[in-house]
């Protein structure tokens, strides 16, 4: 098969820049396609966060418009410390030069439609810079979602890839911003762009884009219903064709128990004695109880509508009641740092630390017994899966990703209905399961010998790269 050219236009890449698994994903996958013998290449912004990164600046300028108006702006090269993947950062120091990529936790910046129509922007018009001539430019989520609009308007021989990581995200904004996006009012009607008296980047994307993608099959179909598609299920229903729902992986290299060095202990499926380590000194760092007996829950999360925080926090009294300890990771809404705050002071059993720390969230993964992740809707999820790397059984509801990617009774436990009572019911089986050890520990053997890693969907991607450029090749 022949060698792809593939561009990745995000906002985040990790360890560049990150603010959740969109990060992740961009990190990982152009490495895992690269290992293919593909020449995958990434452009992000030049946040502030990222000007500390080792980067050449490229001879020459690149040059954006909008609304008449002219933006140049240098581009800077670098490389992803684990596969040498070339990264692009694209400077301009008015829109990116922050201390947040889109602002705070209730409110992104005023600019955000300005902001990442040229980041679109750039993406296409990054070839007359770089010399890099793609055959798919590979767009994530709403802050690239013009990208597939201007690659239409101006059609461009490549192809385009629109991956939705969460369609509760859409770029929406008012339609005072059309002027502000590369192209005029009347023109944002045509491409798809406006809609329900505004603006929005995603369903523009998703008119225009060759094919689009998202990060499970289930989350796939949810989509496409009225109560799972956001306000975009008939648009997405609307395509000629399917939308492609390919499961992620994750860095197994970074998520490995046995060489992570977060750990104080490493382990496999073939020594658990030392994730018992693990779990004992997760226990003295938060100040719980050193119990062999008791069962550990872990939970990370952001503390927001879509991970189901509030139903955990109506079931934290019944599942106390089983004598469990709990560890919680997360911030987010400030009802819920509050609450788990005074929890985390009041009671024995509960420690939680507001915020995020890289190092406790790989040691609560290695430390719990079980993880918990009651979600309303999960386009994919992370966390389960290192949870199952990591033998610490996950509890999840049965939505997107996480129906596709745990099997009930197999490498985890499966609940239907999103409720305080259900949630404790799967606690109430996962504990069941765990006093007979034997099968306990055949379903922890079971969940971290799955193989999870990127280079089970690299092959998928690029089966959907080949249909996008034949595609393409139709339309022209």
């Not at 059309?178 to 998703?206: C, K, M, P, Q, Y």
Request: glycine share 10%; with cysteine.
């Amino acid at each position: 098969m022949s060698r792809l050219r593939v561009l990745f236009a995000a906002s985040e890449c990790t360890p560049l820049a990150k603010v959740g698994g969109l990060g992740d994903v961009v990190g990982a996958l152009p490495g895992a396609l690269r290992r293919r013998g593909h020449d995958v290449r990434v452009v992000i912004p030049r946040y502030r966060r990222t000007m500390q990164a080792v980067a050449t600046r490229l001879a020459r300028p690149l040059r954006v418009t909008m609304r008449d108006r002219v933006l140049e702006s240098a581009v800077y090269e670098t490389r992803l410390p684990s596969d040498d993947v070339p990264v692009y950062l694209v400077e301009h120091d008015e829109l990116f030069d922050r201390d947040g990529i889109y602002g705070g936790v209730a409110h992104g910046y005023d600019d955000n439609a300005r902001r990442f129509a040229f980041l679109s922007l750039a993406a296409v018009a990054l070839e007359a810079v770089t010399g890099f001539d793609p055959d798919v430019v590979h767009f994530h989520d709403w802050p690239t979602a013009l990208g597939p609009v201007h690659m239409r308007i101006r059609g461009a021989r490549a192809a385009s890839v629109l991956t939705i990581h969460n369609l509760a995200h859409q770029g929406a904004f008012g339609l005072e911003h059309s002027e502000t996006l590369g192209f005029g009012r009347d023109a944002a009607a045509l491409v798809g762009v406006e809609h329900a008296g505004g603006v929005n980047f995603l369903r523009g994307g998703i008119v225009s884009a060759t094919r689009v993608a998202t990060v499970s099959p289930r989350y796939a179909a949810e989509m496409l219903t009225l109560e799972g598609g956001a306000g975009l299920s008939e648009t997405l229903r609307g395509r000629a064709n399917p939308i492609t729902g390919i499961l992620n992986g994750i860095d197994d290299v970074l998520w490995d128990p046995r060489t992570d060095p977060h750990l104080p202990a490493n382990f496999d499926a073939s020594s658990l004695a030392e994730k018992a380590v693990c779990k004992r000194v997760l226990q003295r760092s938060l100040g719980l109880r050193e119990r062999a007996d008791v069962a550990l829950l872990g939970c990370i999360a952001r503390f927001v509508h879509q991970k189901g925080i509030d139903v955990l926090a109506q079931a934290l009294p019944a599942l106390l009641a089983l004598d469990v300890q709990l560890a919680v990771l997360g911030a987010g809404e400030p009802w819920a740092e509050r609450f788990f705050a005074r929890l985390s002071a009041s009671s024995p059993n509960v420690r939680a630390v507001i915020g995020y720390d890289e190092g406790l969230a790989h040691r609560i993964e290695a430390g719990a017994d079980f993880f918990l992740m009651p979600s309303r809707y999960e386009p994919c999820g992370l966390n389960q899966l290192y949870s199952q790397r990591y033998g610490t059984l996950p509890i999840v509801r049965a939505v997107g990703g996480l129906a596709d990617s745990v099997e009930h009774g197999v490498t985890g436990f499966v609940f239907e209905e999103l409720s305080p009572e259900s949630l404790v019911d799967a606690v109430k089986t996962a504990l069941a399961v765990r006093r007979d050890s034997e099968r306990f520990r055949a379903i922890q053997r079971a969940a971290m010998t799955k193989r999870m890693g990127w280079d089970q969907a690299a092959p998928q991607y690029e089966a959907l790269y080949r249909l996008a450029m034949r595609d393409r090749a139709h339309e022209a």
